[in-house]
């Protein structure tokens, strides 16, 4: 059973194009987090959100957490090359020791 | 500083055969994760360990697939006998108690490839 849908599975944009990705569940989570993944490595942390409602900036990505702490989302501003990668959101239940349930991920490619 | 190590970085086997897979989680962490990745089922958690002890294997598809974590600086995943469909990306990840809230670092993964 896979607790967290993302998307866009695909999405494939020329440079300078905004993007929204969505990661939705209908449990809910005390902590979501963005990794973002390229290809023949493994995932790396962009961002961990814990609060309802919370919204963090990196750059030129948008990160928001749903005030029901169920779902969240993801926008890039202006995508660049260099943005190209799978994307995955992982919730985290529970307090303590938490184990991530990881999304279906969003393949982004964006061309020059 | 030194990542998490994964060895080897490409495995390829024929059916029947045992295959083992290697991690060295970053200094200093204390809990350690195996995942496996696929297009069909994505990321999937299959055991994790916290000081050396296995947690949860409930993720661990069945009796072939076997964990261990001898000490703190090292882990392995078996399969024996291996099959066709365990054809995947293999990655192991450490995180540790201090620092960002529940950050796992990966390793560069295994490609495993079973004919």
């Known amino acids: 059973t896979q607790l967290l849908e993302q998307s866009p599975q695909f999405l494939s944009i020329q440079e300078g194009e905004n993007l929204t990705v969505y990661c939705n569940s209908s449990?809910?989570?005390?902590?979501l987090q963005w990794y973002r993944q390229e290809p023949g490595e493994g995932p790396v942390l962009l961002v961990t959100?814990?609060?309802?409602?919370e919204v963090k900036k990196l750059k030129r990505l948008t990160f928001q957490f749903g005030d029901a702490r169920k779902d969240s989302s993801l926008h890039i501003t202006a995508a660049q090359p260099g943005d190209t990668g799978l994307y995955l959101c992982?919730?985290?239940?529970?307090?303590?020791?938490?184990?991530?349930?990881f999304g279906t991920g969003t393949r982004l490619l964006v061309s020059p | 500083d030194a990542g998490v190590i994964q060895s080897p970085r490409h495995e390829v086997t024929e059916m029947g055969q045992e295959v083992t897979l290697r991690c060295k989680p970053i200094?200093?962490?204390?809990?350690l994760f195996w995942y496996r990745q696929t297009m069909m089922r994505g990321l999937e958690l299959l055991i994790y360990?916290?000081?050396?002890?296995?947690?949860?294997d409930s993720g661990m598809p069945e009796d072939r697939f076997s964990a261990k974590m001898p000490n703190a600086s090292f882990s392995t995943l078996k399969i024996q006998p291996s099959e066709p469909r365990d054809s995947a990306v293999y990655f192991c990840?450490?995180?540790?108690?201090?620092?960002?809230?529940?950050?796992?670092?990966f390793g560069p993964g295994t490609r495993l490839t079973v004919l």
């Open positions: 990840a450490s995180k540790g108690d201090i620092g960002s809230y529940n950050e796992q670092f």
């Open positions: 449990s809910v989570f005390s902590s």
């Open positions: 959100v814990v609060t309802g409602g």
């Open positions: 992982a919730g985290a239940r529970g307090t303590g020791f938490q184990k991530l349930v």
């Open positions: 200094s200093g962490h204390n809990s």
């Open positions: 360990f916290n000081n050396n002890v296995p947690i949860d």
